[in-house]
């Protein structure tokens, strides 16, 4: 830019009906023609730092409304069978009279026992993410990890192992959060889990982690571990915009 305005001179200069007066209100207003330039290119650099910000936010509160959802889940699970109760209220005396007699009665109880024990541990769930929903860290952090001790093969187990990483994050401890998400990640991996559906949360968790911590190396491989493993997942949707895809 600058040489053209050298050159621009030199042409100037050679007309011998341009003064020096003139010259110089040209090359101040092609000056100023510059500094207008350069301004409006900060300015769209700047807008779009703004707009990559804005995605990272929304890909934020994203996952966030994901936990609250499973949240919101879990409470409306575990206070179903609170309701259960009523149903035998409403004939009190007239299935005795049928059943009286018949050992048919025996595999319903058995069937009663499997109920109660799976509401036990759904509402110790509850407990321990009520805890954390109150912010008391420490208390809902020994929920989980009595939680898991005590049921290491629920429906509910890998959603423990999620929110105890979450817990050890926000106490500020990065090392066991990525401990814990890494533990559930290689029980998916031997088939110890009854069920990992929260393994691309926790894919996602980690790669952040990473991501804060600046081996965006390790991020990449998260990110792509949710692309590759959980194409159709939510997740999947933010590793590919954090890979540019």
């Known amino acids: 830019m600058r040489k053209n305005i050298l050159f621009l001179c030199f042409l100037l200069s ?6 020096q007066e003139e010259l110089n209100a040209k090359l101040a207003q092609i000056n100023r023609r510059i500094e207008k330039l350069e301004e409006e290119q900060k300015t769209i650099r700047a807008q779009q730092i703004r707009t990559e910000e804005r995605v990272d936010a929304l890909s934020q509160n994203l996952a966030s409304l994901r936990l609250e959802m499973e949240r ?5 699970r575990t206070s179903s069978p609170q309701y259960t ?3 035998p209220e409403s ?8 059943v009286e007699g018949q050992p ?5 109880e058995g069937q009663r026992g499997v109920e ?18 109150l912010r008391q860290l420490n208390q809902a952090k020994e929920k ?17 192992y999620l929110w105890l990483g979450i817990i050890y994050r926000d106490l500020g401890d990065n090392a066991r959060a990525e401990a814990v998400w890494r533990t559930l990640e290689e029980r998916c991996k031997r088939g110890e889990m009854v069920d990992c559906n929260k393994l691309p949360s926790v894919y996602l968790q980690l790669a952040r982690l990473y991501e804060a911590q600046g081996n965006n190396e390790k991020a990449k491989e998260y990110y792509e571990a949710i692309l590759r493993e959980f194409p159709l997942s939510e997740e ?4 590919k915009k954090k890979l540019g895809r």
């Open 116 to 133: 109660a024990t799976s509401s036990d541990y759904e509402k110790e769930y509850k407990s321990a993410l009520d805890l954390y929903n």
């Open 14 to 19: 050679s007309c011998g009906a341009v003064t």
């Open 236 to 239: 999947a949707e933010i590793a």
């Open 144 to 160: 989980f990890i009595e939680f898991i001790r005590k049921n290491p093969k629920t429906p509910l187990t890998d959603n423990a």
């Open 104 to 108: 048919r009665t025996q595999p319903q």
């Open 85 to 87: 109760p009523s149903k």
């Open 72 to 76: 919101l889940r879990v409470e409306g």
């Open 91 to 98: 004939a009190p005396k007239s299935q005795p009279a049928k």
